[in-house]
C-alpha cells in the first residue's frame, strides 16, 4: 500500500483556545470558545484552498489542547508531529473584547504554556524531502528560547530541503519589545525567501532600522530575500523582487472583522505560488482572501475555499437559490 503523500506546506507555531466576549468583560457576558492562531490560521486557509498543508507546535494535556487537535484534524490540518505537553505546562489562552466601534483588544495568557516550549526536534520531524513551503511568523520566536530556537532549525532545514521560507513578521507589542524583537528575527529573516510585513514592521528586519520603505525593500533584496510582501490595509498590497514592483488595491467588502485577515491575505498568497500564479495572480488571491476575511467573523471561521472566492464577483444583493 503506498502511503499518503506528506504536507506541502509546514506552518509552525503555538494555537491556543479563544475566549471572545459578547460585550464588555466586567460585565460578565457570555464567553465564545474557539481556537486561534496566526500559523494554524494559515494552515487552515491553504487546507480550504485545496492544499496538503500540516501544523507543528504543542498543546497541553488539556481539554483545550484536544479542542485544538480536534478543530484541525476537522479542517484536514495535518497535526502528526504535534506534541501533547506531559511535563504540566498548559495549553495558551487568548481573550477577545471588542469595543467601541472597530476596536478590539487582545490579551494573551500564554506565559509557561505548551506552545511556548516548542522543541527543535517536534519542528524538524515534520520537515521532509517534498516540501514546498515552510511558513514561520515572527510570533513564535517572542515565545521563549525554546520556540526561537525551533523556528531557526526550521527554517535552516527548509533551506537544505530546497523548500521556500516565508517569513510574516506580525509584531506583537505585547508580547516584546521592538528591540528584542529586532535580535530575533533579524537573522530569521535572512534565512527566508519570501517576507511579509506592513511598512511600519520593516525597520524590525533591516540592518539599518533608519532606511526608509524604498531602501530597506532594496537592502532585504540585496540580502538575497526573494520577494518582499508588504500589507496596506485598505490600501491594498505590493511585491517588490528584482524585476520591479507589482501592486494591488484592496477590495472593497464591508468590513466587519478586521482580526485574522493578514493570516488569510497570506495563505491565499501562498495559495497562488503553489499553483504557479504570476505576482499579480498571486496578490489577487490574497487581496480577495483577506477581503472574505474582513466581511465575516471570526479568525479563521469564515476563511475561503476557491467557490467563495469566485462569489466576490457575484453582483451586490445577489441571493443563491
Not at 70 to 96: I, N
Not at 225 to 244: F, N
Request: glycine share 12%.
Amino acid at each position: 500500500m503506498t502511503a499518503a503523500p506528506g504536507p506541502e506546506v509546514v506552518t509552525v507555531g503555538e494555537a491556543m483556545a479563544a475566549l471572545r466576549a459578547t460585550g464588555p468583560i466586567p460585565l460578565a457576558p457570555p464567553m465564545e470558545l474557539s481556537i486561534a492562531g496566526a500559523e494554524s490560521n494559515v494552515a487552515i486557509g491553504l487546507a480550504r484552498l485545496g492544499h496538503r498543508v500540516g501544523w507543528v507546535g504543542a498543546v497541553g494535556d488539556d481539554e483545550f489542547g484536544t479542542l485544538v487537535l480536534r478543530t484541525l484534524r476537522a479542517e484536514q490540518v495535518d497535526v502528526t508531529h504535534v506534541r501533547t505537553d506531559t511535563d504540566g505546562r498548559p495549553t495558551g489562552l487568548l481573550v477577545r473584547e471588542d469595543g467601541i466601534g472597530d476596536l478590539v483588544t487582545v490579551r494573551y495568557y500564554r506565559a509557561g504554556s505548551a506552545g511556548s516550549a516548542i522543541r527543535t526536534p517536534d519542528v524538524l520531524a515534520a520537515l521532509r524531502p517534498g516540501l514546498r513551503i515552510l511558513h514561520l511568523t515572527g510570533i513564535t520566536p517572542a515565545l521563549g528560547p525554546s520556540a526561537a530556537q525551533a523556528v531557526e532549525a526550521a527554517a535552516s532545514r527548509a533551506r537544505e530541503l530546497g523548500a521556500t521560507v516565508c517569513l510574516d513578521v506580525n509584531y506583537r507589542a505585547r508580547l516584546w519589545t521592538q528591540g528584542e524583537a529586532r535580535r530575533a528575527l533579524l537573522p530569521l529573516a535572512r534565512n527566508a525567501d519570501i517576507v511579509v510585513a506592513s511598512a511600519d514592521e520593516l525597520h524590525l528586519i533591516t540592518d539599518d532600522p533608519a532606511l526608509d520603505e524604498k531602501d530597506a525593500l532594496t537592502a532585504l533584496l540585496a540580502q538575497g530575500r526573494r520577494e518582499v510582501v508588504i500589507t496596506r490595509g485598505g490600501d491594498g498590497a505590493s511585491v517588490t523582487a528584482a524585476a520591479g514592483t507589482v501592486g494591488v488595491p484592496a477590495r472593497r467588502v464591508p468590513v466587519r472583522d478586521v482580526v485574522g485577515a493578514g493570516d488569510a491575505f497570506v495563505s491565499g498568497y501562498l495559495s497562488g505560488l503553489l499553483d504557479g500564479l504570476d505576482t499579480d495572480g498571486r496578490l489577487q488571491r490574497a487581496i480577495n482572501s483577506g477581503a472574505c476575511s474582513v466581511a465575516t467573523r471570526g479568525d479563521w471561521e469564515d476563511l475561503p475555499g476557491r467557490r467563495d472566492l469566485a462569489l466576490l464577483d457575484s453582483p451586490a444583493g445577489t441571493t443563491l437559490r
